[in-house]
């Protein structure tokens, strides 16, 4: 059983203008071709740092396409189950494109490199990654996030579109799911 911490983790307000500062850390930096988000995860993060691009880069932005893509490796549990499952990569053509790809939460790290290298064998020309958590504690593989809205510690959490077996994504906050017994 788990329950909910007592206070959030990382407030509404405080997601709000670390989003708005990290979207123009990226358009300072990386000028891409296609933003890909990792479904379901990412979908509340995406909307708010897409709208937060548009105002950091300015005319450029008309240019910039997004597209969404379903990686799985999670189940219902909180551990990794380690195996990556991405459907709807095939749509994108990602041939010399320059890629932003966007996700949630790297922890293993095992999601976010494995599509970096399904994206680098369809032929992108340039991967650069963007996680609003990182949980570097919890690394097991070769993956450093370029751009990180904020390191956490190894704790569960939910909320800002994050789920527990598709619970508590709708959360305007990011709280820490605790064991209980
Ligand atoms: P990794 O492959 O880096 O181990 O895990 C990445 C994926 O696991 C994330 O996209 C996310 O779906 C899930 N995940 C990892 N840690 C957490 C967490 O603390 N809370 C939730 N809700 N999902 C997590
Ligand atoms: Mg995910």
Redesign the pocket.
Known sequence: MYRMSEKPLISANEIRERVTTLAREIAAAYDYDILIS?LT?AYMFTADLTRELAKAEGAKVYQKTIAFIKAS??GNSTE?SGKLQVRGLEKIDLKGMKILMV??????????LGLCKMLQEAGAQEIRTCVLLN?QERREVDLTADFVGFEIAN????GYG???ANDYRFLPDIWTLQETN
């Open positions: 990792a995860g490796s999670y990794s996700d949630d939460i790297a922890d293993t790290g095992t999601t976010m949980k704790e569960f959490v939910v994050l789920d527990y």
